[in-house]
């Protein structure tokens, strides 16, 4: 009977050490991503959207790991992506620029992961790890706001589509806001392009009848203009 229970211990302990040998053997799982800085704020309320153009900010990727616990910096191993590529770009070093042709709020850039393990270390083939922070565009204010006078687009409806500026060749796609500045006294003409399933409604505040499209506006001082989408 003794040797039996012996017997009996010795593949427990056996079965033991092959699962810490195994266990050992398990590559690390990444967990979480967490990117820094969380928030960046690029421009003032006195300076033109042209002006902060190349401005950028390096962000930095973080990795919790699982299998021993440990955080690494994997900055380079991410997919970085813009939520708006008109306002913010981003590189595959992580490093965000303005572009200067639009300004506004919660633009979002993620850092992502594809892995084949979820975070508790579970297999899962295509699962994703993903981190964000949020990056702004402040839009100028008053008429001394740097070039000069101010055109804000704004959009209108349920459909969507494009905007596209002259002379400066900006295109802006609804819902996003879009801010340009212009020497006073440019006539500027604002061309709309419906989305495939959308048609083009109306402007408001333009110079040119409500249905006429392009329409065009001549900026002396800061205006706004709505562009309507069905």
């Given at each position: 009977?003794?040797?039996?229970?012996?017997?009996?211990?010795a593949?427990i302990?056996?079965?033991?050490?092959?699962l810490?040998?195994?266990?050992?053997?398990?590559?690390?799982t990444l967990?979480?991503?967490a990117?820094?800085?969380?928030?960046v704020?690029?421009?003032?309320?006195?300076?033109?959207?042209?002006?902060d153009?190349g401005?950028?900010?390096q962000?930095?990727?973080?990795?919790?790991?699982?299998?021993?616990?440990?955080?690494?910096?994997?900055?380079?191993?991410?997919?970085?992506?813009s939520s708006?590529?008109?306002?913010?770009?981003?590189?595959?070093t992580?490093l965000?620029?303005?572009t200067?042709?639009?300004?506004?709020?919660g633009?979002?850039?993620?850092a992502?992961v594809n892995?084949?393990?979820?975070?508790?270390g579970?297999?899962?083939?295509g699962?994703i790890v993903t981190?964000?922070?949020?990056?702004?565009?402040?839009?100028?204010?008053?008429s001394?706001?740097g070039?000069?006078?101010a055109?804000t687009?704004?959009?209108a409806g349920?459909?969507?589509?494009?905007?596209?500026?002259?002379?400066t060749?900006?295109?802006?796609?609804?819902?996003?806001?879009?801010?340009s500045e212009?020497?006073?006294?440019?006539?500027?003409?604002?061309t709309?392009?419906?989305s495939?399933?959308?048609?083009f409604?109306?402007w408001?505040?333009c110079?040119t009848p409500?249905?006429?499209?392009?329409?065009t506006?001549?900026?002396?001082g800061?205006?706004?203009?709505t562009a309507t989408?069905?």
């Open positions: 009977m003794n040797r039996k229970w012996f017997a009996i211990a593949l302990v056996a079965a033991i050490s092959l810490s040998v195994a266990s050992c053997g398990d590559p690390q967990q979480s991503i990117v820094s800085p969380g928030t704020t690029f421009g003032s309320s006195t300076s033109s959207v042209q002006s153009t401005l950028t900010t962000l930095r990727a973080v990795g919790t790991y699982l299998h021993p616990p440990v955080t690494k910096d994997i900055t380079t191993q991410v997919i970085w992506a708006d590529a008109q306002m913010i770009t981003v590189d595959s992580g965000i620029t303005v200067g042709q639009v300004c506004g709020t633009t979002i850039v993620s992502t892995t084949n393990k979820d975070g508790s579970v297999s899962s083939s699962a981190g964000s922070m949020t990056a702004d565009v402040t839009c100028p204010t008053g001394g706001s070039s000069g006078p055109l687009l704004t959009f349920n459909g969507s589509g494009t905007v596209t500026f002259s002379p060749g900006l295109t802006c796609s609804s819902p996003t806001p879009c801010v212009f020497i006073s006294g440019t006539v500027v003409t604002l709309a392009a419906p495939t399933g959308s048609t409604g109306n408001l505040n110079d409500p249905s006429t499209n392009p329409c506006v001549t900026l002396t800061n205006e706004t203009v989408f069905n």
